[in-house]
């Protein structure tokens, strides 16, 4: 009787450890995909018929610094890229959005008489194996948010010249900007500013929403945790629970990425510049309905200046930097599925 009861109760504590180990095998963490085929750093990307499309971008070799004009589409059915017809011109930053059943392209920097940092106002449109040109924006803005609601592409806070001179990163400065392109009228208009100047910070769309997490200032490189929130219907800025400060004790913001998945947002990535420099690992999960963010799994390869999208429940980190400062250039994928 003594054995029977033993084994009852061994048998009892074996089956209640079982979920939680059963919860440790499933807790969720970034795994590798397929490369980019090429390197790049400093760039966007849009979801478009369940692709994610990243374009541009810098590439440094050795000797120098290249903007790049290539396109890369990546399916995550099948997990393999291709290559999408090339930009018009080089771009580093351009701004990818979806609107109207197409991809569009806006702004960013190239490379004229006055700097590899000139801002660009042009507008382009893929249409078929084709870029095809559609005018300009009202003013130079980069390194700025771009959000789609409703076919109208939101481009919020960045940069841009300041000083009567363009071509320099200096040149610049931050801006509350923001710019409303409806596509499907072509025209332009203005909605409520930024509630704070920042640049290279993330947006995502969920309900209508727009959320604006990061960024840094131009003074000092610092960065900001600040999340705001916009909603278009009533044009109307909310501030909630910032993003907290990382184990390095550097703040989060500055070329973060961020993805929507369900009730949450997915924030990570970014770099700091203050020395020594580094970039982040983290990876910081907010909760809409709490105004609260937990911290995430980590991700393998630390970047900033990457892509960030959401396609079926699944969040992707796209290429970017792997060292502070555009240093180093990478096509790591990595892939976080909750």
Known sequence: MMIHRRSLIVSVAVTAALPKIAMAQTKPRWQRRADMPWATQEVYCAVLDGKIYVAGGLIRDRLHTRINDRVGAYDPATDS???????????????????????????????REGGEWTSMTDVW??????????????????????????????????????????????????????????????????????????????????????????????????????????????DRWDTLSPIPASDSGNQVGGGLAMAAVGEKLVAFGGEWLTRPGGVF????????????????????????????AAVDGVVYALAGGEVYSGGKASGVVEALRF
């Not at 690992?281 to 900033?304: C, F, K, L, Q």
């Open 81 to 111: 890229w291709s290559e999408a017809a090339r930009l018009p011109q080089p771009r580093h930053h351009p701004m990818l959005a979806t609107a109207k059943g197409h991809l569009w392209s806006f702004g960013g920097y190239d490379r």
């Open 125 to 234: 449109v893929l249409d078929g194996d084709l870029w095809r040109p559609v005018g300009q924006m009202p003013q130079p803005l980069a390194e700025t948010v771009g959000a789609t609601v409703e076919d109208r592409v939101h481009l919020i806070g960045g940069r841009s010249p300041v000083t009567g001179r363009n071509g320099q990163w200096n040149d610049q400065a931050d801006v509350t900007t923001h710019l409303v392109f409806d596509a499907s009228e072509g025209a332009w208009d203005t909605a409520r500013p930024a509630p704070a100047a920042r640049n290279s910070a993330a947006a995502s769309v969920h309900h209508g929403q727009i959320y604006v997490a990061g960024g840094r200032t131009v003074e000092g490189g610092r960065g900001t945790g600040r999340l705001d929130r916009y909603d278009p219907r009533s």
């Open 281 to 308: 690992t983290e990876t910081w999960v907010y909760d809409i309905a709490s105004d609260n963010w937990t911290r995430g799994p980590d991700m393998g390869v630390p970047r900033h200046g990457l892509a960030g």
